[in-house]
């Protein structure tokens, strides 16, 4: 009996596992693990976005829900923020120089990110790699762990490798965001697919696991805001971003703009007009 009540807790408990990183049921990822998965080229045009500290100081604002960083930069600035920052560990990932079938090193537990107090993990899984077997299985004693841990799971869904003709089809992308809800994420990062429609049919088919679009590389502010509208309207619960932050030499003004669309439903048109007379009247 007591096995069974402990049971029923726990998982009634699992819907609530991402609220640490959501707000009002919607997120804002602020992703900054690019230094390793693209390299110090993600940061030339801005180059004070490769001190971290810019952009922890970018990561502290109201907009953004969580935090997503590698273990060297968590356990080397994190602690300096923790009051303001909210830390979402990013287990897994592989330099831009590794030229093999897709796959990504698991660099950091668990148990370790738990420990420097991340509410949330994050882990990438490449379905339709030759590695996706080796993945899946590495996101299981994850997502297992980080149960035993009360944190939320991320999962960033990336089809890929030599059999996938089309990464960005809309079939493609409602599977990748499928595959969150199978193994057990309670928020899956998928790229845009390019329309309404296909956004929508992977957000119908995640159930109840949230679906995030990825940023994806530098837009302008208007083609990256009509995105997320779109994004939101055909059912995502918010965005996992970080060059088109980052990137920004003023990237406040761009989350003050996102903070409208993805938490207050305001049209691009608003959250523009909006953003424009506040710097005015500053």
């Given at each position: 009996?007591?096995?069974?009540?402990?049971?029923?807790?726990?998982?009634?408990?699992?819907?609530?596992?991402?609220?640490?990183?959501?707000?009002?049921e919607k997120a804002l990822i602020?992703?900054?693990?690019?230094?390793?998965?693209?390299?110090?080229?993600?940061?030339?045009?801005?180059?004070?976005?490769?001190?971290?500290?810019?952009?922890?100081?970018?990561?502290?604002?109201?907009?953004?829900?969580?935090?997503?960083?590698?273990?060297?930069?968590?356990?080397?600035?994190?602690?300096?923020?923790?009051?303001?920052?909210?830390?979402?560990?990013?287990?897994?990932?592989?330099?831009?120089?590794?030229?093999?079938?897709?796959?990504?090193?698991?660099?950091?537990?668990?148990?370790?990110?738990?420990?420097?107090?991340?509410?949330?993990?994050?882990?990438?899984?490449?379905?339709?790699?030759?590695?996706?077997?080796?993945?899946?299985?590495?996101?299981?004693?994850?997502?297992?762990?980080?149960?035993?841990?009360?944190?939320?799971?991320?999962?960033?869904?990336?089809?890929?490798?030599?059999?996938?003709?089309?990464?960005?089809?809309?079939?493609?992308?409602?599977?990748?965001?499928?595959?969150?809800?199978?193994?057990?994420?309670?928020?899956?990062?998928?790229?845009?697919?390019?329309?309404?429609?296909?956004?929508?049919?992977?957000?119908?088919?995640?159930?109840?696991?949230?679906?995030?679009?990825?940023?994806?590389?530098?837009?302008?502010?208007?083609?990256?805001?009509?995105?997320?509208?779109?994004?939101?309207?055909?059912?995502?619960?918010?965005?996992?971003?970080?060059?088109?932050?980052?990137?920004?030499?003023?990237?406040?003004?761009?989350?003050?703009?996102?903070?409208?669309?993805?938490?207050?439903?305001?049209?691009?048109?608003?959250?523009?007009?909006?953003?424009?007379?506040?710097?005015?009247?500053?």
């Open positions: 009996m007591i096995f069974i009540l402990c049971y029923r807790i726990l998982y009634q408990m699992i819907p609530l596992a991402d609220d640490a990183i959501t707000r009002d602020l992703a900054y693990d690019h230094g390793l998965e693209h390299g110090p080229v993600d940061f030339a045009d801005v180059p004070a976005s490769a001190d971290p500290e810019t952009v922890f100081d970018v990561a502290t604002h109201d907009a953004v829900t969580a935090f997503a960083v590698q273990k060297g930069l968590a356990e080397a600035y994190y602690p300096s923020y923790e009051d303001d920052v909210t830390l979402l560990a990013k287990l897994n990932g592989t330099s831009n120089l590794w030229m093999g079938e897709p796959d990504s090193a698991v660099n950091w537990s668990v148990e370790n990110a738990a420990d420097l107090g991340a509410d949330a993990i994050g882990f990438t899984l490449y379905g339709g790699a030759n590695n996706e077997v080796e993945m899946a299985e590495e996101f299981r004693d994850a997502q297992e762990a980080a149960r035993d841990h009360d944190m939320g799971v991320v999962m960033w869904s990336y089809p890929r490798g030599q059999g996938l003709k089309n990464d960005t089809s809309g079939s493609t992308i409602a599977y990748a965001a499928r595959l969150g809800l199978e193994l057990g994420a309670d928020i899956t990062k998928i790229k845009y697919p390019g329309s309404a429609d296909a956004m929508k049919w992977a957000c119908d088919v995640s159930g109840k696991t949230k679906v995030v679009m990825s940023g994806g590389s530098k837009t302008s502010d208007r083609e990256f805001l009509e995105t997320v509208e779109t994004a939101m309207d055909a059912g995502a619960s918010g965005l996992a971003v970080g060059r088109n932050v980052f990137q920004r030499e003023d990237p406040t003004a761009l989350l003050d703009a996102l903070e409208q669309v993805i938490f207050q439903e305001k049209t691009t048109d608003e959250a523009l007009a909006a953003t424009s007379a506040e710097t005015t009247s500053n």
